[in-house]
């Protein structure tokens, strides 16, 4: 995992500055030095955090959406695990028996 530039209270800093409507996406870009694909991902990141209060924006559809997307994502996850430890399991019975 590589080391961020960024702290994540300076993101909730750079967030909280746009949400308050003080400045713009593109004001924090260009004053902090980063893109707005970055700050998007700081917010779909902080998004579900509570305390960041960012979930206001997103209606309950968007929200189950992206909830319905996580749950898929981690299902794909668990079957690939399943899969690789059934594997891992015949490989280890297999040599075991020589």
Known sequence: ??????????????????????????QVCREYGFTDQT??????????LPDAGFTAGFSADDELQR???????????VGDLSLQLHQLQQALMVTHRK
Do not use: C, H, I, P
């Not at 700050?39 to 579900?48: I, L």
């Not at 319905?68 to 981690?74: H, M, P, V």
């Open 39 to 48: 700050f998007y991902n700081w917010r779909n990141r902080f998004s579900d």
């Open 67 to 77: 909830l319905k997307r996580e749950n898929d994502r981690l299902k794909l996850m």
């Open 1 to 26: 995992m590589t080391q961020s530039r960024f702290a994540d209270d300076f993101k909730l800093q750079v967030l909280s500055e746009v949400r308050s409507g003080r400045k713009s996406v593109s």
